[in-house]
T-cell receptor, first 115, second 112 residues
Framework: NAGVTQTPKFQVLKTGQSMTLQCAQDMNHEYMSWYRQDPGMGLRLIHYSVGAGITDQGEVPNGYNVSRSTTEDFPLRLLSAAPSQTSVYFC??????????????FGPGTRLLVL | RKEVEQDPGPFNVPEGATVAFNCTYSNSASQSFFWYRQDCRKEPKLLMSVYSSGNEDGRFTAQLNRASQYISLLIRDSKLSDSATYLCAVNMGSGSWGKFQFGAGTQVVVTP
């Protein structure tokens, strides 16, 4: 299994450009999430999904869209990039919860710089 | 106030010593708790889940104190390779299994 994969690894955008960060997992996990990590801020949840066709907002959803058409893929779209979106983005997946001990597996991250 | 808080450190620890640090959470409905390790510029990796009764994995011991709403991590016999940032994570459980909240991390530096 490849686990959780993310592309691209690095990206430089100009203000106002749009782009999609790709995330895929091959573990048949129900839950997938997108986080951003900024210095001193820890991981902040952007959007998450509890299954194909179901998404919900996290702590910092503004400026981002997601969709979940398949169990495997959970792309994150930046609609109009802003310098404040410069960050490291992590995608994560987890098996269905319910027993209190399920946890998340993270992709290697995408480093985004918005100029 | 952040919902999950950690002392950012750094905790400078001599090799072979013991270090412990806490993570406090504000929502008493939190169900599941985890410690992650994150190396510089890498993705977080699960270190251990935290069970109500406390649990140990080799040199690492995790405790949960529901009354005071914190979890702790203790590292015994510290190794140079333990140098990393340790993130705590909280899951809200039923109805919110998809949502994890993370602390900002505690940096540990083990010195020779």
């Amino acid at each position: 299994n490849a686990g959780v994969t993310q592309t691209p690894k690095f990206q430089v955008l100009k203000t106002g450009q749009s782009m999609t960060l790709q995330c895929a997992q091959d573990m048949n996990h129900e839950y997938m999430s997108w986080y951003r990590q900024d210095p001193g801020m820890g991981l902040r949840l952007i959007h998450y999904s509890v299954g194909a066709g179901i998404t919900d907002q996290g702590e910092v959803p503004n400026g981002y869209n997601v969709s979940r058409s398949t169990t495997e893929d959970f792309p994150l779209r930046l609609l109009s990039a802003a310098p404040s979106q410069t960050s490291v983005y992590f995608c994560a997946s987890s098996p269905q919860g319910g027993q209190g001990i399920e946890t998340q597996y993270f992709g290697p991250g995408t480093r985004l710089l918005v100029l | 106030r952040k919902e999950v808080e950690q002392d950012p450190g750094p905790f400078n620890v001599p090799e072979g010593a013991t270090v412990a640090f806490n993570c406090t959470y504000s929502n008493s409905a939190s169900q599941s708790f985890f410690w992650y390790r994150q190396d510089c510029r890498k993705e977080p990796k699960l270190l251990m889940s935290v069970y109500s009764s406390g649990n140990e994995d080799g040199r690492f011991t995790a405790q949960l104190n529901r009354a005071s709403q914190y979890i702790s991590l203790l590292i015994r016999d510290s190794k140079l390779s333990d140098s990393a940032t340790y993130l705590c994570a909280v899951n809200m459980g039923s109805g919110s299994w998809g949502k994890f909240q993370f602390g900002a991390g505690t940096q540990v530096v083990v010195t020779p």
